[in-house]
């Protein structure tokens, strides 16, 4: 039996994310992680985990820099495998996932409503940092709604460790009425705790969508059965570095995506220091370009890449996902 991890407990966004890459399979046992670092080691060091589900980036609030640095600090060891310029890194993205992310406020009482709030004194509401970007009208809101009431954010690693937080402050506080301990969490961590609803969908904009990578060992050459929900078309996803203050050097390589009819979905970036200079800042590039994966002009893309880097590194080459389109 394979098993995959992922940023727990179970009940997060991740959780979900592993099961619509692995539902089809039924010999997949699904393990929960307490943060992204944790996901990224265990698959690389515990020969009984197969795959992991990683956060990368959220339609609203950008970058999960845990993720991209990860990546980052796995191109930039030295303990890689390095082929003239490039960087084979331990391990090899397969797969994306675009989860909805919905909401709700949560609360291990029954029968509370929002308006029920403005009769404590204190409510403390916690939930991953995320998160807040994503409820900041619909938080101030509710404090304009009840300014009698203090309100207090706490963070947590996951939202579905936010409800089990909620839960077991509120079991702490039950002589005491004026204290209201909630969560802001998926429906499914709602369900999976035992606890209550009290308003749904309270995310600021429509369409809220965080994307998973699937990452498995490089060296582990068996392959899951994909889900089906796939397009023929490949993502691409190329890290690199270039020459210190060499003028032009970034539309080089972009360049050659265009001299190839590469469509680029996606540039980033994200500072390090190599700690072999005295330049204090420099950058690496994230970028993601779509491929016909049998097409055998990549090839040669490949070689003029190598020309163009100082180091790049071919995290995957994966099928595009159809929900990126919904």
């Known amino acids: 039996m394979k098993t995959v991890i992922f940023l727990g407990p179970k009940g997060t966004y991740s959780h979900q994310a592993a099961i619509q890459q692995f539902s089809h399979i039924d010999t997949i046992n699904y393990q929960p992680a307490s943060s992204i670092p944790e ?3 265990q698959l690389e060091q515990n020969p009984d985990i197969s795959y992991a589900a990683v956060p990368l980036e959220n339609s609203t609030n950008g970058q999960v820099v845990f993720s991209y640095d990860l990546l980052r600090d796995r191109m930039l060891d030295d303990s890689c495998v390095i082929k003239d310029h490039q960087i084979i890194p ?3 993205v397969i797969g994306e996932q675009y ?4 909401h709700c406020l949560i609360s291990s009482q029954p029968d509370l409503s929002v308006n029920d709030l403005q009769n404590y004194k204190l409510v403390r509401v916690f939930s991953h940092p995320q998160v807040w970007g994503q409820v900041s009208q619909y938080m101030t809101n509710l404090k304009e709604n009840c300014p009698n ?13 936010a409800v089990l937080k909620a839960i077991d402050y509120q079991s702490k506080e ?11 969490a998926g429906e499914t961590a709602s369900h999976l705790y035992n606890a209550h609803i009290v308003e749904n ?11 998973f990578l699937i990452l498995k060992k490089l060296n582990d050459k068996e392959y899951p059965l994909q889900p ?12 690199f570095t270039l020459e210190l203050d060499d003028p032009g050097s970034l539309v080089d390589v972009l360049n050659v995506l265009k001299h190839y009819s590469l469509n680029m979905s996606s540039i980033s970036s994200r500072p390090y220091n190599s700690g072999k200079n005295d330049r204090k800042w420099q950058y690496i590039f994230y970028i993601e370009y779509d491929s ?5 002009k990549m090839t040669t893309f490949y070689k003029e890449i190598n020309e163009k880097c100082v180091k790049w590194c071919l995290w995957g080459s994966f099928p595009r996902n159809q929900r990126y389109y919904q």
């Open 228 to 239: 089906p929900n796939l397009s023929k078309l490949h993502v691409n996803l190329l890290m």
């Open 201 to 211: 969908s309270i995310n600021d904009r429509l369409g809220n969508t965080t994307r």
């Open 99 to 102: 989860v909805s992310i919905t």
């Open 149 to 161: 009431t203090k309100f207090e954010t706490i963070d947590t690693s996951s939202t579905s460790g």
């Open 39 to 41: 996901c990224f080691s």
């Open 90 to 92: 331990p391990l090899e």
């Open 174 to 184: 039950d002589s005491n009425n004026e204290i209201l301990n909630l969560a802001i």
């Open 292 to 296: 016909d994966p049998q097409d055998p």
